[in-house]
């Protein structure tokens, strides 16, 4: 069955990084972009961006939101995906959930919503 | 940026009864693709879709869940509300232009 599994919570000082991680299982790792969303608490769903796993290519939307602020990588050989955000604000303290999305080929893609996602990441940052 | 709006913010209904919950675009969804999606969203879990391409359910959701619209509006009803579907319901558009935006959320709250 398909699974995400992410990384544990993370306390972080502002001014700091913090990287998340979202081991996939179940399915062709290459095949599926990975997107990652974040939940600040009490607070509805912020889509960040998504990586192509199978050519490392990344988007996070057109307004640079996040300035520059978001790395996302992966590591096929583990089937592994993983968001990375700099300089962090007390507004980034949020849940980031990892998600499948889109069915990706050589030429193209399936747009698909996220069918699969993962457990959740409390990211807090805190003085 | 596509700008999705929920409502209402909260429905109040008591299990047996039907919900509407209404999702509206500030423009039209890609050559009518109808690329919204639907979710419910339970305290401490991630979300769970629930419909595709406005109208298509996710496999395993019961067919008391039901998705309908294009265009710019959207549609999400719920037939005979069971204990279980007392949660916070969100929209998003994921093929029009990123970024893949969602709705504010509409809680269907027992009444």
């Known amino acids: 069955q398909v699974q995400l599994v992410q990384s544990g919570a993370e306390v972080k000082k502002p001014g700091a990084s913090v990287k998340v991680s979202c081991k996939a299982s179940?399915?062709?790792?290459?095949?599926?972009?990975i997107n990652w969303v974040r939940q600040a608490p009490g607070q509805g769903l912020e889509w960040m961006g998504w990586?192509?796993?199978?050519?490392?290519?990344?988007?996070?939307g057109p307004l640079q939101k996040f300035q520059g602020r978001i790395t996302m990588t992966r590591d096929t050989s583990i089937s592994t995906v993983y968001i990375e955000l700099s300089n962090l604000r007390p507004e980034d303290t949020a849940v980031y959930y990892c998600?499948?999305?889109?069915?990706?080929?050589?030429?193209?893609?399936?747009?698909?919503?996220?069918?699969?996602w993962g457990q959740g990441t409390l990211v807090t940052v805190s003085s | 940026e596509i700008v999705l709006t929920q409502s209402p913010g909260t429905l109040s209904l008591s299990p047996g009864e039907s919900a509407t919950l209404s999702c509206r675009a500030s423009?039209?969804?890609?050559?009518?693709?109808?690329?919204l999606a639907w979710y419910q969203q339970k305290p401490g879990q991630a979300p769970r879709l629930l419909i595709s391409?406005?109208?298509s359910r996710a496999t395993g959701i019961p067919d008391r869940f039901s998705g309908s619209g294009s265009g710019t509006d959207f549609t999400l009803t719920i037939r005979r509300l069971e204990p279980e579907d007392f949660a916070v319901y969100y929209c998003?558009?994921?093929?029009?232009?990123?970024?893949?935006?969602f709705g504010q959320g509409t809680k269907v709250e027992i009444k």
């Open positions: 998600a499948r999305g889109n069915r990706v080929y050589a030429t193209g893609h399936d747009s698909l919503p996220l069918d699969y």
């Open positions: 179940g399915y062709t790792f290459n095949s599926y972009d």
């Open positions: 990586m192509n796993p199978n050519n490392d290519y990344t988007n996070t």
């Open positions: 423009q039209t969804l890609s050559n009518n693709n109808n690329y």
């Open positions: 391409g406005a109208s």
């Open positions: 998003q558009q994921y093929g029009t232009s990123p970024p893949w935006t």
